[in-house]
């Protein structure tokens, strides 16, 4: 039950049980006001009987003399010289007021007790009444509150909502609806929704600028590493060469991962995809990434009937040289890739993923672990970015017999001709 659900339930059990205790606080009222009237009538009655009685010795309205069904507690105080009223139970409750006659009170009976009675019945037609209009208007109360309560609380639930999809769209990355966290309330949601819309500003404007430096920083970069690449190329030792343009590789390939990093991050990637079988493109992927990465030990399987897949080729390898090549270089060979279906398998037998990096996916400049060796933690970021233009599924985790296992499984091609979205539980670059 959310949360509207829930204050309106609250508001209508509160109501009910505010009807309910004044419902029996009038009825209890009412009762009493009710006895205390019809106790005074016959006390009223027994008085003027008693003038009556003592003026001409006569019995008149309903009174009686030594009535055998005076109850007891009656009895006993007109016995003892007092006049009193009493309201009986049973099948026939009934009120009396009694009191005594004789030498003390003027009569010519000493001794003797003169009383009145009247039917006191349960189910009188006013007390009735007045229960079936409580019940009613209690019920009408709490069927009322129902109502206004699950208004109000929907215009507070719409409120909360609106702060929670712009928390998700904030985690997804997106810039939140500016229009709909503008609250210019003074309660506690309208200030949380402020509180969001402002967080959500400050972060998208940081996110921007930590883009912008990213591109600005590669492109300022780039001109002088292929400057220095060109340059290393003339030096005259061999092995100084060597030094230099392995280095100056290694830095052309960290603004090259800069850059696209940036692409990603922009939301400008679009995939070009089309028709391949997914075996033989996994094969020449593998392939190209010994010959040009120097990725070697690494073994490829079939699993079940080859799958035609529309994706794009590029990505795919950019996924898969990433993943390769962050086996060879933190995990121990050999290296095993496994075609199944539309998914692919690529496993090490070394340490494995750490943890953080399993449950939160990967972040740039991170490692996350020692044991996983050094680096600027580009590549994983990369591949996670790549898949999601994919629309593929990117899973990091542990094969079950050690080692680190990554699996990416692309859409098929009915998927992507219907338009259906993946999902990376990595997060994105």
């Not at 109000?152 to 939140?176: C, H, T």
């Not at 028709?275 to 990725?295: D, H, N, Y």
């Not at 990117?394 to 050690?402: M, V």
Request: aromatic residues 4%; charged residues 25%.
């Amino acid at each position: 039950m959310g949360i509207r659900g829930r204050i309106a339930l609250a508001i209508s059990c509160m109501t009910a049980l505010a009807v309910v205790v004044l419902g029996f606080a009038v009825h209890h009222i009412a009762d009493a006001e009710r006895q205390r009237s019809a106790r005074a009538y016959q006390d009223d009655r027994l008085s003027a009987a008693l003038q009556i009685y003592e003026r001409d010795g006569t019995l008149a309205l309903g009174a009686q003399l030594d009535d055998a069904t005076l109850p007891l507690p009656l009895r006993e105080a007109v016995f003892k010289g007092r006049s009193g009223t009493y309201i009986s139970g049973g099948d026939d409750p009934r009120v009396w007021a009694a009191t005594g006659v004789g030498a003390g009170g003027g009569g010519p009976d000493p001794g003797r007790s003169l009383s009145v009675s009247a039917a006191f019945p349960d189910d009188d037609a006013a007390r009735v009444a007045l229960d079936r209009a409580l019940l009613i208007a209690g019920v009408g109360t709490v069927a009322l509150m129902a109502v206004v309560s699950w208004f109000v609380s929907q215009r507070l639930s719409r409120r909360l909502r609106l702060s929670a999809a712009a928390a998700r769209r904030i985690a997804a990355g997106e810039p939140p609806d500016a229009d709909a966290l503008a609250s210019h309330g003074r309660d506690e949601v309208a200030e949380l929704g402020r509180s969001v819309h402002h967080m959500a500003t400050s972060l998208a404007a940081r996110v921007e600028a930590e883009r912008e430096f990213t591109a600005d920083v590669a492109h300022e970069l780039r001109t002088p590493v292929a400057g220095l690449v060109a340059a290393a190329e003339l030096l005259p030792q061999q092995r100084a060469v060597e030094m230099v343009q392995d280095r100056a590789q290694a830095m052309r390939r960290l603004v090259e991962d800069l850059l696209e990093v940036s692409r990603l991050d922009a939301g400008v990637e679009r995939a070009d995809v089309d028709a391949c079988e997914l075996p033989s493109l996994v094969r020449g992927i593998v392939t190209r990434a010994a010959r040009q990465r120097g990725v070697s030990e690494v073994s490829v399987s079939v699993e079940g009937e080859p799958q035609i897949v529309e994706t794009d080729r590029r990505r795919v390898e950019r996924v898969l040289v990433n993943l390769l090549a962050n086996a060879a270089k933190h995990g121990r060979p050999p290296i095993e890739v496994v075609v199944r279906g539309t998914r692919i398998v690529v496993r090490d037998h070394g340490p494995g993923y750490p943890a953080e990096l399993c449950a939160e996916g990967p972040r740039r400049f991170r490692t996350a672990a020692p044991e996983r060796g050094t680096g600027h933690g580009l590549g994983l970021t990369i591949a996670a970015g790549q898949a999601e233009v994919l629309g593929a599924r990117l899973d990091f985790g542990a094969a079950a017999d050690g080692g680190a296992e990554a699996v990416l499984e692309l859409p098929s091609a009915s998927a992507v001709a219907a338009g259906e979205p993946g999902a990376v539980t990595a997060p994105g670059p």
